[in-house]
């Protein structure tokens, strides 16, 4: 990897040039045939807990370790795209949770926080991936999450609690033609509370089961795929490019979107691909700064794939977006004059693993100067005396004052003591009210112009197919009197 560095300064300048001429050609070939007609295909992208400022860092971060910037950056200079934001508010709160986000654009109805399509009197609503599916359309699921997680599900299932997994899990079938990423131990009988084994019921009703990198980058092109590459979350980028295991057996997300194109690209009557880059999110509740430039760049990679798929087309539409922010990410100014700001970001170049793997390689060292070593070695960062200290004391449950009470946790720890260095400040470890970015290519692209109802997304994507279903909402007014009926989520499990 460390070529990768000796030829930086040339490689900066060859690939932002020529991806930037790649895409002015494109939209100069392809300009406003695009924006007229009907949509055949939409490929909906989301990075999950995005903050605003994570694709700009983003940008910087892959200059810095892969000698280009961002994809996405390049997209947001083409003149052909529209650009937007999302409110992404829930019925029950300002901030909102995964669940309650993926059901707003997969239903048009705002709802509780840790429900999946499903109002707060109880009525179920119908998901888009069902109304598609039922007019001829292919539909598929790619995530970096467990495909039953929360992200995933809002476009296709129907669920009180988002936490129940193992009754998520037999909804996509048949609804779902292609499905990518995480989550075995829902389908698996071995697994499973209830012994079911849902691999081989998907297998009987005509899917085919994959659950290596290899056949997810084979020539294969089965008409329905079950793809299941880890028995959790598929492991964070950062992790996965340090590891010449997972590199063999774990498939990236760009490559199950190329996959899943091949796959869906051919249906007489056109899909919808719903991809997540869902560890986004993770790292961000971890204050993982490392990890999330892994897996934002990594999102980036299949943002790249799907507009190689639509720069052929005249008939899709691609929506990139985030679902809400989450601990609100930002490189502080660093040094006198904020000179030491680029300094310090560069450090999480040296990072070899994700904050998920972190703690188990602490919890061997003994004492201050153990953990001390541990860091420099994991992170190429050297904490001092008093910080080793404070992080030995939390790794035997002894955590030192902490006044922002979101980051009395190790990981909490971690992130603010590594921002000494690294440059990355946090408001805490959880989501944030934060509009998100909306940017728009192709057929009805102007949909998405301006502030855009989260709600809204549903039917506008509907119109633009020319399908339309109506489901039934409640008003904050309405939804007041079951307050005491709303579950209660725990934080999403990326610790």
Excluded at 343 to 352: D, E, I, N
Excluded at 369 to 393: F, S
Aim: glycine share 10%; proline share 4%; charged share 20%.
């Amino acid at each position: 990897m460390n070529d990768r560095y000796t030829r930086r300064e040339v490689l900066r300048l060859g690939f932002a040039g020529a991806a930037g001429l790649a895409l002015n050609k494109l939209a100069s070939a392809q300009s406003r045939r695009r924006s007229q007609g009907r949509v055949k295909n939409i490929i909906f992208m989301v990075s999950d807990g995005m903050s605003a400022a994570v694709p700009s860092l983003a940008d910087e971060f892959g200059k810095l370790v892969r000698g280009k910037g961002s994809f996405w950056y390049q997209l947001l200079q083409n003149p052909e795209a529209t650009l937007g934001f999302f409110d992404m508010a829930s019925l029950n709160s300002l901030v909102t949770d995964s669940a309650s986000a993926s059901s707003s654009w997969g239903s048009g109805s705002r709802i509780f926080n840790g429900q999946i399509n499903v109002l707060p009197d109880g009525t179920r609503l119908t998901p888009i991936a069902q109304i598609v599916k039922q007019a001829g359309k292919k539909v598929g699921l790619v995530t970096t999450t467990r495909i039953t997680h929360a992200t995933p599900a809002g476009f296709a299932a129907v669920q009180p609690r988002r936490d129940d997994e193992d009754d998520i899990a037999p909804q996509y079938l048949n609804v779902v033609d292609v499905l990518m990423g995480g989550g075995l131990r829902h389908y698996a009988a071995n697994r499973r509370k209830d012994g079911k084994d849902l691999i081989k019921t998907y297998q009987d009703a005509g899917y085919t089961f994959w659950n290596t990198r290899a056949q997810a980058i084979s020539a294969a092109r089965p008409e329905k795929v079950l793809g299941l590459f880890y028995d959790s979350h598929v492991p964070y980028t950062v992790d996965h490019i340090n590891s010449d295991e997972l590199r063999r057996n774990v498939p990236t997300l760009a490559e199950m979107t190329r996959k899943a194109l091949e796959i869906l690209g051919d249906a007489p009557n056109g899909f919808l691909l719903q991809v997540e880059g869902g560890r986004v999110d993770h790292a961000a509740h971890g204050n993982d700064a490392a990890g999330i430039m892994w897996d934002q760049l990594a999102f980036d990679d299949a943002v790249e794939v799907a507009y190689e798929f639509f720069a052929k087309r005249n008939d899709t539409l691609l929506i990139i977006t985030s679902d809400h922010g989450n601990s609100n990410p930002g490189l502080n100014g660093m040094g006198g004059e904020y000179e030491a700001s680029n300094k310090a970001m560069a450090m999480l170049q040296y990072a070899k693993c994700s904050f998920e793997e972190l703690p188990n390689k602490l919890r061997s060292a003994s004492n201050a100067d153990d953990v001390r070593a541990v860091i420099k070695d994991q992170l190429g960062i050297e904490i001092n005396g008093e910080e080793a200290n404070a992080l030995a004391g939390a790794l035997r449950g002894n955590l030192p004052p902490i006044w922002n009470r979101q980051h009395r946790n190790l990981q909490g720890l971690l992130g603010q003591i590594l921002s000494n260095y690294n440059g990355y400040g946090w408001t805490g470890t959880s989501h944030t009210a934060d509009y998100t970015w909306i940017t728009a290519l192709g057929v009805g692209r102007e949909e998405f112009h301006g502030l855009v109802r989260n709600t809204d997304a549903f039917y506008k994507m509907l119109k633009l197919f020319g399908l339309s279903h109506k489901n039934p909402s409640m008003t904050p007014e309405e939804a007041r009197r079951y307050m005491s009926l709303a579950p209660r989520i725990r934080t999403e499990d990326w610790a």
